[in-house]
């Protein structure tokens, strides 16, 4: 298929492998690498793609492309979550996203699997608890406070540049205990990454800025060793003390560690609280709603997660000719898992293209993945976005859209760039 227009052929489908077998002992040919199901670098508008993933879900839910190199995408829930959870059939060591974009170094927990990976999960996890992110949310509502009031006081504003790029950038100077000057320059180079990423027309520019970013974890690194902090309360002095089968950890996965932390938390966040504004924009009376009543942006800031999903181009790779949805994808293949299509299978979240407040299954959303890999920094997360839409709307009376939205381009899903009018309450 050459166009979107034309999806939903998937001509070959097989229920099990056993028949797929049959059909190769009659000779016959039928490997849809061929196809092209739909074209990820498609122009989309703030509602285009998620009316092209509702076709497929229903049509073509394990889709072809034939770009960058080839690669299958997964729309339905229960296919994305049935590969995130079995890491014995699917690798994340490969490549973990679509297209790849780590082209400098391994980077653990994330580019590793069980068993391998865990020694770093267990220590990220116990940064990421309840009573540390408790002391961290004062810092943080602070700064946030301090971000928006200029903004209110400008009134016009592109809320990603202005906003949405700014604040994950102070909450993780915050979590890696670094000084102001340092968390300006991870913002300014993040954002350039973020962007360059986004566009994905220059690699050499990717490959550049993610370099940057390794100096950048360097930095951190050597700061730590000459003023060391309590590794109960500092990641990279705890990354440092830790040893594995009575080994430090090895200098460059400490490295790739600091580097993978400083980047995860960037780019999502970036997106979802761009997309949180521009749906808010275009809905006045949810923006109403939690305006008069702000009790109720938890439980919005939880249903924006499934609904604004910004990830559709996190990968595994299979091990191994497996078949999905009745396609055959051989050993080797990339797989990327669309999770902003399985946060809005109707299947699974009922209405799932609407914003509905209180549902009743909402903590089934795979916004922070799903088995060994699933994002330990979810606690920092939530508090992160519902703060960043407490704080504007407790401080306007409306968020207006005065101009087109740009939209990101796969392999994130989301707002890269909205001018808005914020009027002050």
């Known amino acids: 298929m050459s166009n979107q227009n034309e999806i939903g052929k998937c001509p070959f489908n097989y229920g099990d492998l056993e028949s797929y077998e049959n059909e190769l002992f009659k000779e016959i040919t039928m490997d849809k690498r061929g196809d092209h199901d739909f074209d990820p670098k498609a122009p989309e508008t703030f509602t285009s793609a998620h009316e092209l993933y509702k076709e497929m879900r229903s049509k073509c839910p394990v889709a072809h492309s034939n770009e960058w190199g080839g690669f299958w995408a997964l729309s339905k829930y229960e296919d994305v979550v049935g590969v995130l959870k079995d890491y014995h059939t699917y690798t994340t060591s490969v490549q973990n996203v679509v297209p790849k974009v780590a082209f400098t170094g391994r980077r653990p927990p994330l580019h590793f699997d069980p068993p391998e990976h865990t020694v770093y999960r267990r220590l990220i996890n116990q940064f990421f608890t309840k009573e540390k992110i408790a002391k961290l949310e004062p810092i943080i509502q602070r700064d946030t406070e301090e971000l928006v009031k200029p903004l209110i006081e400008q009134g016009e504003v592109e809320i990603a540049a202005d906003y949405s790029h700014k604040l994950p950038s102070l909450v993780f100077a915050e979590f890696f205990n670094l000084p102001k000057s340092l968390s300006a320059k991870i913002k300014e180079v993040s954002t350039a990454y973020v962007k360059a990423i986004m566009a994905f027309d220059n690699q050499e520019k990717v490959k550049g800025l993610s370099l940057q970013l ?14 060391p902090m309590d590794p109960e309360e500092d990641f990279t002095s705890a990354l440092l003390e830790t040893k594995y089968e009575g080994e430090y950890l090895p200098d460059e996965m400490i490295l790739g560690c600091v580097r993978a932390m400083l980047v995860a938390g960037m780019i999502a966040p970036s997106v979802l609280i761009a997309s949180i504004f521009v749906h808010l924009a275009k809905h006045k009376d949810v923006q109403e709603q939690l305006r008069n009543d702000l009790s109720l942006v938890p439980a919005a800031t939880e249903e924006y ?3 604004l999903t910004p990830y559709r181009g996190m990968a595994r790779t299979a091990k191994r ?105």
């Open 305 to 307: 997660l499934r609904l």
């Open 214 to 227: 390794y100096d950048i974890a360097r930095t951190v690194i050597e700061t730590r060793k000459e003023n």
């Open 321 to 425: 000719d497996v078949v999905i949805g009745g396609q055959l994808i051989k050993k080797d293949e990339p797989i990327a898992l669309n999770y902003a299509s399985a946060n809005r299978d109707d299947d699974v979240f009922p209405e799932g293209d609407k914003f509905i407040l209180n549902r009743p299954n909402i903590h089934q959303h795979i916004v922070f993945g799903e088995g060994p890999h699933k994002c330990p920094a979810a606690p920092l997360a939530r508090m992160m976005i519902r703060i960043a839409i407490e704080e504007v709307l407790k401080s306007t009376k409306d968020i207006e859209l005065v101009g087109d939205v740009q939209m990101t381009v796969w392999a994130e899903w989301g707002v890269l760039t909205a001018p808005m009018k914020l009027t002050p309450a």
